[in-house]
Nanobody
């Protein structure tokens, strides 16, 4: 079992930046593909970013490409999402997840463990 806890969410003005963290416990995350997903009010959850086990390969949704950066530190059993040039459309609850299969990094079903989420609000 892997327990995941997100932190770093908050209220930020459009154009601002925020860094989310995901701290893992129970098992080392070095065996897992890690991902970020988000869910906006009254919308389906959507893929944001994913990173492979070693941190050598990452993928992003078109909506955040060039503005968000995913990273991980396996020695600290943690993952991060650096968000910049934030827009109102980035508002939502952000979840970190751990899975096994990088080939389907965009699919929620690829992930086994999920955190409780952290709220990010970018007012319009």
């Amino acid at each position: 079992q892997v327990q995941l806890v997100e932190s770093g969410g908050g209220l930020v003005q459009a154009g601002g930046s925020l860094i989310l963290s995901c701290a893992a416990s129970g098992r080392t995350i070095s065996s897992y593909v890690m991902g970020w997903f988000r869910q906006a009010p009254q919308k389906e959850g959507e893929f944001v970013a994913a990173i492979d086990r070693a941190g050598g390969s990452s993928s992003y949704s078109d909506s955040v490409e060039g503005r968000f950066t995913i990273s991980r530190d396996n020695t600290k059993n943690s993952m991060y999402l650096q968000m910049s040039s934030l827009k109102p459309g980035d508002t939502g609850v952000y979840y970190c997840a751990a899975g096994r299969n990088y080939a389907n990094y965009y699919a929620q079903t690829s992930y086994l463990y999920w955190g409780q989420g952290t709220q990010v609000t970018v007012p319009s």
